[in-house]
């Protein structure tokens, strides 16, 4: 018990990130049961109902409006995007690779925030930078590897998805950064998903996608992943309180890891050890643009609170 005490928004915040990591499967399993942006609408909707249960109704009161309304156009921009082309990949295999791209965020992040800041960085950041986009093209290359014919077949496969998906670490990147500026603090999370789920239910009513099908395995499939996916962000808003920030934000970068290990597992399917090679080269690239970019910290002592 003293342990979870003492480390318990540490506990918080690595939980986060495991059920973060859950997030591609779940959606891949609920678009295949109630339709690519019906089952996507259904699962933000019940991530909503929990979060504002857990954390509350959003209030608007002590706001930046920056924040408010970027930050939402953003959040529902990106997650509608995520949603889609992890719904829209031809097969499970697809929907897993592509969400690789996703994870070149991280590495985009830390570049706008470079450009807008004009910070000065260490050279080792540009191998970084390129070991990241090395390994979402070893991905997207399939069993061939770096191969340009692979990687140009694959997108002709789906170009939608493709499309969506390499959109979506641009968007996600902007948004990191104007909240980083404009939020002073604060947290509209609950705000941002249920904007996420009006935009797609907005989407569903304006598709030719076909009337959904509840059944008790479905439903309690949808329960589960809209559960799972708001208590991330439940527990993330309780680790930023007082958890260990420096193992969090370095254990965050290992998330397309995980993502892939819990995907094969949840989805029952065999990743060739091209992927896992692109897998590691986008972590290992988004690790080094973080390790020379990050502040020194002050060295003190900082006494456990109980």
């Known amino acids: 018990m003293d342990f979870f005490s003492n480390h318990k928004y540490t506990l918080y915040g690595i939980a986060a990130i495991l059920l973060w990591s859950c997030l591609v499967a779940l959606l891949r399993d609920v678009s295949e049961?109630?339709?690519?942006?019906?089952?996507?609408?259904?699962?933000y909707s019940v991530s909503a109902l929990f979060l504002i249960l857990v954390m509350g109704r959003p209030k608007f009161a002590g706001f930046n409006k920056r924040y408010i309304i970027w930050g939402t156009a953003l959040f529902a921009l990106y997650e509608v995007c995520l949603a889609l082309f992890v719904a829209l990949a031809n097969n499970r295999h697809q929907a897993v690779e592509m969400a690789v791209i996703n994870y070149l965020w991280p590495t985009l992040t830390i570049l706008l925030s470079?450009?807008?800041n004009r910070s000065k960085v260490s050279v080792w950041?540009?191998?970084?930078?390129?070991l990241a986009f090395f390994g979402v093209a070893w991905c997207v290359g399939g069993?061939?590897?770096l191969s340009l014919n692979s990687i140009m077949g694959n997108f002709a496969s789906n170009p939608t998805a493709y499309l969506l998906a390499f959109v979506a670490p641009f968007i996600w990147s902007v948004y990191c950064v104007i909240t980083q500026k404009n939020s002073n603090g604060q947290n509209a999370i609950v705000l941002f998903f249920i904007a996420t789920a009006l935009s797609l239910w907005v989407l569903y009513g304006l598709s030719d996608e076909p009337k959904m099908t509840f059944t008790l395995h479905a439903t309690v499939t949808l329960v589960l992943a809209g559960v799972v996916v708001g208590s991330g962000y439940a527990l993330w808003n309780q680790a930023i309180?007082?958890?260990n920030l420096m193992l969090l934000g370095t254990l965050t970068y290992f998330t397309p890891v995980f993502s892939a290990i819990i995907s094969a597992l949840y989805l029952s399917i065999t990743l060739s050890a091209s992927f896992w090679q692109g897998v590691i080269m986008v972590t290992g690239g988004s690790l080094v643009c973080y390790f020379v970019t990050r502040?020194?910290?002050v060295k003190k002592q900082i006494n456990a609170v109980n």
């Open 33 to 43: 049961l109630f339709g690519p942006i019906g089952g996507a609408a259904l699962m």
């Open 114 to 116: 470079i450009i807008v």
């Open 125 to 130: 950041i540009y191998p970084g930078m390129l």
């Open 143 to 145: 069993d061939s590897g």
């Open 241 to 243: 309180i007082g958890g």
């Open 295 to 297: 502040e020194k910290p």
